[in-house]
């Protein structure tokens, strides 16, 4: 996780803007992720779960201020992710052989130096990675795979991009041992991921596997257990309806440069995570934080959203342009402080969010940390509006950052 690109979202420039609400489902329907050391069937598919309560349920978790956050628009939804998913509303975590390779491959393209024009950098490798290609023919099919990537693939954004977007679809939909027949896969990208899978398969996806299904099985507790206060808090904070349809995220060993990102889904499809298991900054109690904040670029689109809209109004106001980013600020400051603050009350006094944790405060946002603690903090804490606190901040950064509207 780094820099001012940190876990971009898509919307207005993959135009995919329309957010989908289903009723929250409230019956939960997982089991602990199997131990580490599993073969490949999941411990917990959704189709065979049987119902285990959370440890916290839902009712009573989510008592403590405002009434239950509204949901909306009932989605016809048609789209169903496939393979290993664990179910742990308001998420589906998945485990996918496919979506693995991919981004594997991606990576490993960008290593060879060919992603610039995407503006993708390679995500820190893994020091644990486990030796590839064994013998000539599983050099010569990896390589060509790999050739394919840095030729064709890497040039285009994981995120911002929609025929990539609709490839981490299609590969969701897809079983470990399903073939690659799908109308969003062009045939030469499928026959590059048919090429490498064997090699992938026999080297690199077990230890791969193993690390989601251990990531998995960390994070999934505290969803359950702080779940739903993170859901109410976030809805309530930014005056929005969490979306009820389970948000897919996609565990990956790589993801892309910035650990994590999230696509808002569409008619048909759930907003989609894709997080990294191997990024340090997505491990241990940070997991909560993660997935609650690509969770709020569900619904939080950075351009529709009551929070971008109180930004707007005050900087018209103030005849300045709007804070670059200052949006996104307020997710990173938000999923931050929820989280420090729910993991606090079980007993975790020492939890840095990850803005702090990795200096983006320092480094990227100087200005908004001081406006944010002085006038965002007080709004979170139930003492002054959304309108109020946002225009404090927009009027304490005095047009930091950004131009002035001319008259
Ligand atoms: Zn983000």
Same mark, same amino acid.
């Given at each position: 996780m780094s820099v001012d690109r940190l876990c971009r979202r898509a919307g207005r420039a993959a135009g995919l803007g329309i957010l989908l609400m289903a009723p929250l489902r409230t019956a939960a329907v997982m089991a602990l992720p199997a131990p580490p050391a599993t !073969?490949?069937?999941? !411990?917990?598919?959704?189709?065979s779960a049987t119902a285990a309560a959370p440890a916290v349920p839902v009712a009573s978790a989510a008592s403590a201020t405002a009434a239950a956050p509204a949901t909306a628009a009932v989605p016809a939804a048609s789209w169903k992710a496939t393979g290993s998913i664990w179910s742990v509303p308001p998420f589906e975590f998945r485990d996918g052989f496919w979506t693995n390779l991919h981004h594997f491959l991606y990576q490993e393209a960008l290593a060879m130096g060919k992603g610039q024009a995407s503006g993708e950098t390679r995500q820190a490798p893994n020091p644990t990675e486990p030796p590839?290609?064994?013998g000539e023919d599983e050099r010569t099919a990896w390589s060509e795979a790999l050739r394919f990537y840095a030729g064709s693939v890497v040039q285009h954004d994981l /995120?911002?991009?929609?025929?990539m977007i609709d490839i981490d679809? !299609?590969?969701?939909?897809?079983?470990?041992d399903a073939s690659l027949r799908s109308p969003a896969l062009k045939p030469e990208l499928a026959a590059a991921l048919v090429r490498a899978a064997p090699v992938y398969r026999a080297r690199w996806?077990?230890?791969?596997?193993?690390?989601?299904?251990?990531w998995i099985a960390v994070a999934t507790p505290m969803v359950q257990q702080l779940g739903p206060r993170m859901i109410e808090q976030l809805a309530a904070a930014y005056h929005e309806p969490w979306p009820a349809r389970p948000i897919l995220v996609d565990v990956a060993v790589y993801a892309n440069w910035a650990g994590a990102y999230t696509t808002p889904g569409d008619e048909a499809r759930p907003g989609h995570t894709i997080v990294s298991s191997a990024n340090p900054g997505n491990q241990g109690f940070a997991a909560l934080e993660t997935?609650?904040?690509?969770?709020?670029h569900v619904f939080v689109?950075?351009?529709?959203?009551?929070?971008?809209?109180a930004i707007e109004k005050e900087s018209r106001a103030r005849r300045q342009e709007p804070p670059p980013k200052l949006t996104h600020a307020i997710i990173f400051y938000t999923a931050g402080?929820? !989280?420090?603050?729910? /993991?606090?009350?079980?007993?975790?006094a020492d939890y840095v969010p990850s803005a702090e944790r990795y200096g983006l405060w320092t480094r990227v946002w100087p200005t908004f940390k001081p406006a944010l603690e002085e006038f965002w903090q007080p709004y979170l804490d139930g003492k002054t509006t959304l309108d109020t606190a946002v225009a404090r901040v927009v009027a304490s950064l005095g047009g930091a950052g950004a131009k002035a509207v001319p008259r």
């Open positions: !073969a490949a069937v999941p !411990a917990a598919s959704a189709a590839g290609p064994r /995120l911002f991009e929609r025929e679809y !299609a590969l969701a939909g897809l079983a470990d996806w077990p230890a791969h596997d193993r690390a989601n299904r251990f997935v609650f904040h690509e969770a709020s689109d950075q351009a529709n959203d009551a929070v971008t809209h402080e929820l !989280a420090r603050r729910n /993991l606090a009350a079980v007993g975790v």
